[in-house]
């Protein structure tokens, strides 16, 4: 079944025959698409078929990553993100959720619209966005921590809230007075795990940082001045690099300019 019959089907059980869809940009794990449902404007998402596998946990099924992404966004504080958030027992499971203003950076940056300057500026916000997640703690009382799993080996006495896919695609941003633009939200929680802060790092490094090593610089400012804690770049590069040889073996890039910089990073670290 394609995905626009999927979506159909859905529509229909949540009780919505007749109204109209329109695709969204889908990524490499959920289909979305655009739906009225009882006048407001929402995003229906569900896991594709051929949806790539938790990279914390291959085992973790859609349905699992779905809940978990209502409970992390529950979670979430001082940070924008999909208001009226809605799991669904639908076949399969599916989501709701309003629609955040904006387009993701990703889209601009591939566009054209942010230099080498505009993306430093957006790097600043999203650092300070992170910093924003990160001050949510692991709770103490292990029921309220059972939320979200724990990454691997962390120490739960440190233990943040973290996004653990934290890149331009999952940044959302409008423009502003001045070419500017400003971040508006924070989307894609289904990674979402309880963990160390620099873990959260590791995917704006590995898909943008290690082209535009300015464009950390910009970030950890942000993220300097909101959270006023100092970050442990060489354990983000740790964290990195295996990840890069990770992804070298499973799911390499279709960049060649990526690919060589990943390969250069997994040989002389």
Not at 203 to 212: A, D, G, K, T, Y
Not at 235 to 259: H, K
Request: charged share 30%.
């Amino acid at each position: 079944m394609n995905a626009e019959l999927t979506a159909r089907s859905l529509v229909r059980q949540l009780g919505h025959p007749d109204v109209s869809l329109i695709q969204a940009r889908d990524g490499r794990e959920h289909h979305l698409f655009r739906v009225t449902l009882d006048g407001e404007e929402r995003l229906l998402k569900f896991a594709r078929p051929d949806c790539l596998p938790d990279p914390y946990d291959p085992t973790r099924r859609p349905d699992e990553r779905l809940r978990a992404e209502a409970r992390a966004i529950a979670l979430a504080r001082d940070v924008e993100v999909p208001a009226h958030y809605h799991v669904h027992e639908t076949t399969p499971l599916c989501s709701t959720m309003a629609v955040i203003p904006g387009t993701t950076a990703e889209i601009a940056y591939e566009a054209g619209r942010l230099d080498e300057e505009g993306l430093a500026a957006v790097c600043v916000q999203m650092g300070r966005t992170l910093a924003a997640l990160h001050s949510r703690r692991r709770p103490t009382d292990p029921a309220e921590a059972a939320a979200l799993p724990d990454l691997g080996g962390c120490d739960p006495l440190n233990a943040r809230l973290l996004h653990l896919d934290y890149h331009l695609g999952n940044a959302l941003i409008r423009p502003a007075l001045g070419s500017r633009y400003v971040v508006t939200g924070v989307v894609d929680w289904t990674c979402a795990r309880w963990g160390p802060p620099e873990a959260d790092f590791v995917e704006m490094q590995v898909s943008v940082f290690c082209l535009n090593p300015r464009a950390r610089d910009a970030f950890v400012v942000g993220y300097r001045r909101h959270s006023g804690r100092a970050v442990d770049l060489p354990e983000v590069e740790r964290r990195a690099v295996v990840e890069i040889r990770r992804r070298l073996v499973d799911d390499p890039p279709s960049d060649p300019v990526l690919r060589r910089r990943w390969q250069d990073w997994a040989e002389r670290r």
